[in-house]
């Protein structure tokens, strides 16, 4: 079985500071990782995922994430957050075979001016 | 491209009352799935399909819970009895497994159903 644990349930930040949003995971298969974004009043949109090679992913909007296979972690970070990234954001794996997705808690990521 | 399409948007039933949400994936899509997600908390998997097969049920689908995909295209979530733990938003997702370019592992979610049982 797949579990996920996301260690912060609310970060508040300041506008152009660096975050980091946490993200650990046990499994006994492999698996691929994901983070999903949710905001105020909308679906879940993928963010960013890591299937193979590198290690270190990035999204388009400047988040990036990067697997680490011995620490079982998938920490999302951002050099510089703005007002317009305040919204849910959740870790999720599944197994490299397919099927359903396994989320964490989430992480609400509260920017402030 | 439309994207995966949830109906209602919202529900509100009282308890006893059996409820039914209708979810449409995205037009290529063969895989669907259904979460459930309280507040507070992150998405719970509740069931899903390859075309009009039902591959797993989570065990937190009691037997109250039904779904159905019949023609491989569009699904629906049946929910008998309600009770007040029912009451969640209710997501379906889709993706593409099998074909050239297509990524099962890459979930497209809907806007949610959410649903109040008082």
């Keep these: 079985a ?28 492999s698996v691929y990782l994901f983070w999903y974004v949710q905001y105020p009043n909308q679906g ?3 963010l960013l995922k890591y299937l193979s090679g590198s290690t270190l992913v990035e999204s388009i909007n400047g988040f990036e994430a990067e697997f680490n296979k011995s620490q079982t972690s998938f920490h999302l970070r951002k050099p510089s ?29 509260s920017v402030k001016p | ?14 308890r006893g009352q059996n ?16 979460y459930r997600q309280t507040l507070g908390q992150g998405p719970e998997f509740l069931t899903y399909f390859q075309n009009e097969a039902q591959l797993e049920k989570s ?28 009451s969640a938003m209710y997501l379906c997702a889709s993706s593409l497994a099998g074909n050239p370019g297509g990524s099962p592992y890459e979930q497209y979610f809907g806007p949610g159903t959410r649903l109040t049982v008082t």
């Design chain 2, 59 to 86: 065990r937190l689908l009691s037997d109250r819970f039904s779904a159905e995909r019949p023609k491989g295209s569009f699904s629906t979530l049946e929910i008998q009895r309600t009770e007040q733990g029912d």
């Design chain 1, 44 to 46: 879940l949109q993928l």
């Design chain 1, 81 to 109: 957050v703005h007002i317009s990234d305040t919204a849910e954001y959740f870790c999720a794996v599944t197994r490299v075979s397919g099927g359903k997705l396994i989320f964490g808690q989430g992480t609400e990521l």
């Design chain 2, 19 to 34: 409820v039914t949400f209708r979810c449409d994936p995205i037009s290529e899509h063969n895989r669907l799935y259904w």
């Design chain 1, 2 to 29: 797949q579990s996920v644990t996301q260690l912060d349930s609310q970060v508040p930040v300041f506008e152009e500071a660096p975050v980091e949003l946490r993200c650990n995971y046990s499994s006994s298969v």
């Design chain 2, 1 to 14: 491209d439309t994207g995966v399409s949830q109906d209602p948007r919202h529900k509100i039933t009282k």
